[in-house]
Structure formats: structure tokens, C-alpha cells
């Protein structure tokens, strides 16, 4: 899928350089499957089968011109979950030339839900509790989704990604799942709902992967009382809407949604070198060791180093649960020095060994 950044793009434009591509797709063995064009921002998204990258730029230089601003691979089953098709809409005008007149917006409003590791839900409540919990959230979840018009994009275990057309459709199924989830079996779980809005396509080579990342982080500051929306879905909402709810829906300042951002990009760039410590991280971030101080400890409620640290230990808890890596592999994997310390780290934040979590792991 790439995407093409041109002002004052209209419909019409975008259908004519479709049909120059399909003219010649064969001869650099493509498939040019569809398009999606915002007209109001001037972007439009294509979706191609192709050898390689070079190969769409190529067939795209030769039939019209407007080179992609990037390209990334994606697989069309995602494309579709996300997007609701994988080729021109049924409903699209013929025009007078035999053209196929659509817009077709790709920008999309996600819901994402976070929780506990089921792993760790399982060695705390017993396998058999810790299944019909997170059963009976699943079912709530998938209902709310189905009545308010939501697709399943992604559902990896821990969470779900919802997409939706709409910021009130995403925020009324939000509440719904809320309103009907107990709230102590929220709060057992760790039951929590971010919304953010986004393209297809951005700075990350997966598909919506910005729109993900951000609402996940956003996630991390939110309450289990809470549903937590990015200032672009807050934008977007009704007013009257977003004042109604207000005790439920929460948004970051503006300049507080940028640091989220900022600050975890920074952590993802750093966690595994062992000799990133404050004094780096506030130079990362251009920020004195008091200003980080105050807005970890107002945002999150820890200090930056306790931060890191939790940063570092739940991405070892990936790096054990997806590689299942020997516990001092990990340690070093993930920044740590001593494997000892890494081991009462990690007991301390999730309750149990390393040792214990690769055993529940393999059971």
C-alpha cells in the first residue's frame, strides 16, 4: 500500500490515474487492486500487488507521475479488517468515460483495549478463572463492537484493535464495553480503552502502525474508569457529545500527547543499551532532570527512572514470551547488568520469577 500526497486531488483525477495504471500493470507485473481518496486533505492510498517497492514506483512514474511519498507491504487480510475492502466499491459511479468515480476516505478511527498478560492473569488466578474471565470480556467486547458498526482488526491475545468510520460510533462502542464490563473484573483484568484516529499509512512500515502505537500509549496513563482519546479524535467529536461524557472520556493536553510520544519513541530507540540512564534520557528528551522528573511523576505517577525500568522489564516479559530466551539472555537483551537484580525486578512488578513466567509459558 502506498500513499500520495496531492493537494487538490478530486475523485475524477484519482479514478483517470487508477485507470493509467491498470493500462499498464502487466507489463511490471502488478495488480492495481483499489484506491481511497480523502479529497478535503489530498491524499490517496493504493493497494497493489507487486514484486517489490521499486516495481510500484516504477509502473506509478510511467502512467502518470505522482511517485508514492512511501510505500509499505501489508497483507490483505489486515487491509480489508481495517478498511472493509480489498477492491473498488460496489456502489462506485460509472462515469460517461467507463470510469469507476469514488471517494472513498481510508481514515479511520481505532479503538484499542489493553489488559493484563493472560499468562500472568492465569499463574494469579488459576487457569480456569483467569479463561472465563477473559471469555466473558472477549464476548462483551465482540458484541459492543458488532452493535455499533466496529470491524476486528486485530486481536492478539492481550487486546484489541477495533477500526471504525466514525469518532461517535468508536466512542459509543468505548462506553458500551465500559458500562458493561464489571468494574472489579475491569480492574482485575487491567481492563483499559484508547482512541485515536489515522491513515493507512504514515511514518511506520505497518499498516495504521502510528494510530496503534499512540492510542496504545495513550493507554498507559488512562484509569480503568477511563476511556482516553488522542486530541485528533477529540477534535472530531460532537461537542455536546464529548461534554456529556466527560467523567468517562479524558484527553491529554496537546503538549502532553506530544511528550507521551516523544518520550516512548526515545525509550524504543534506547531500552536494550545498558548504559542509557537519566542523565541520557534527559538529553534525548532536552529536558532537565526536574522538568522529566515532574511530568513522569504527573503523567504516570513514577519517576523516569522507575519508567525505564518498567519499560525495560515489560519488554523482556515480550522478549521471554515471544522467544522464550534463557533468563540471562534476557537480562542483557533488555538492558540489564546483573541477572540477579533483572530476576527481583521483575518478581517485584509482576509477582512472580522469570523462571515461573517461561515455565507458565510452556505449560
Not at 14 to 34: R, S, V, W
Not at 122 to 151: F, M
Not at 201 to 227: E, M, N, P, Y
Request: aromatic content about 8%; hydrophobic content about 40%; glycine content about 6%.
Amino acid at each position: 500500500m502506498d500513499i500520495h500526497e496531492v493537494p487538490g486531488i478530486e475523485a475524477l483525477d484519482a479514478a483517470n490515474a487508477h485507470q493509467k495504471d491498470m493500462l499498464i500493470q502487466h507489463e511490471y507485473q502488478c495488480k492495481c487492486m483499489t484506491y481511497w481518496i480523502d479529497e478535503p486533505r489530498g491524499v490517496v492510498f493504493c493497494l497493489i500487488e507487486a514484486p517489490d517497492k521499486s516495481v510500484v514506483e516504477e509502473m506509478h512514474r510511467h502512467s502518470h507521475g505522482l511517485i508514492p511519498h512511501k510505500i509499505i507491504d501489508v497483507n490483505n487480510d489486515l487491509v480489508e479488517s481495517f478498511l472493509g475492502r480489498i477492491h473498488d466499491p460496489e456502489e462506485a459511479v460509472i462515469s460517461n468515460a467507463g470510469l469507476k468515480v469514488f471517494s472513498d476516505s481510508a481514515f479511520r478511527f481505532l479503538l484499542v483495549t489493553d489488559n493484563t498478560d493472560p499468562v500472568l492473569l492465569q499463574y494469579t488466578l488459576g487457569l480456569d478463572k483467569a479463561n472465563e474471565l477473559l471469555q466473558l470480556q472477549n464476548a462483551v467486547i465482540r458484541k459492543a463492537v458488532v452493535k455499533h458498526g466496529g470491524r476486528e482488526a486485530e486481536h492478539a491475545g492481550k487486546g484489541f484493535i477495533v477500526s471504525f468510520s466514525t469518532a461517535v460510533k468508536a466512542i459509543s462502542c468505548a462506553l458500551e464495553m465500559q458500562n458493561t464490563l464489571v468494574r472489579s473484573d475491569r480492574t482485575i483484568t487491567g481492563f483499559k480503552i484508547g482512541v485515536n484516529a489515522g491513515d493507512p499509512v504514515s511514518k511506520s512500515d505497518r499498516i495504521f502502525g502510528d494510530t496503534i502505537q499512540l492510542a496504545r500509549q495513550l493507554c498507559t496513563i488512562a484509569g480503568t474508569d477511563q476511556i482516553i482519546v488522542s486530541n485528533v479524535v477529540r477534535d472530531l467529536l460532537e461537542r455536546d457529545y464529548f461534554q456529556a461524557d466527560q467523567k468517562n472520556i479524558i484527553c491529554p493536553a496537546s503538549q502532553d500527547e506530544n511528550l507521551i510520544g516523544t518520550l516512548f519513541g526515545r525509550l524504543e530507540e534506547s531500552w536494550q543499551d545498558p548504559d542509557f540512564g537519566i542523565t541520557q534520557f534527559c538529553k534525548k528528551m532536552a529536558m532537565s532532570k526536574s522538568q522529566l522528573y515532574r511530568k513522569t511523576m504527573s503523567l504516570w505517577g513514577l519517576s523516569p527512572n522507575q519508567l525505564l525500568k518498567e519499560f525495560r522489564l515489560d519488554k523482556a516479559r515480550e522478549l521471554l514470551k515471544t522467544h522464550q530466551n534463557n533468563i540471562s539472555q534476557t537480562t542483557f537483551d533488555s538492558g540489564f547488568t546483573s541477572p540477579s537484580y533483572f530476576t527481583k525486578c521483575f518478581k517485584k512488578k509482576f509477582g512472580l520469577l522469570p523462571a515461573n513466567y517461561l515455565g507458565s509459558l510452556q505449560s
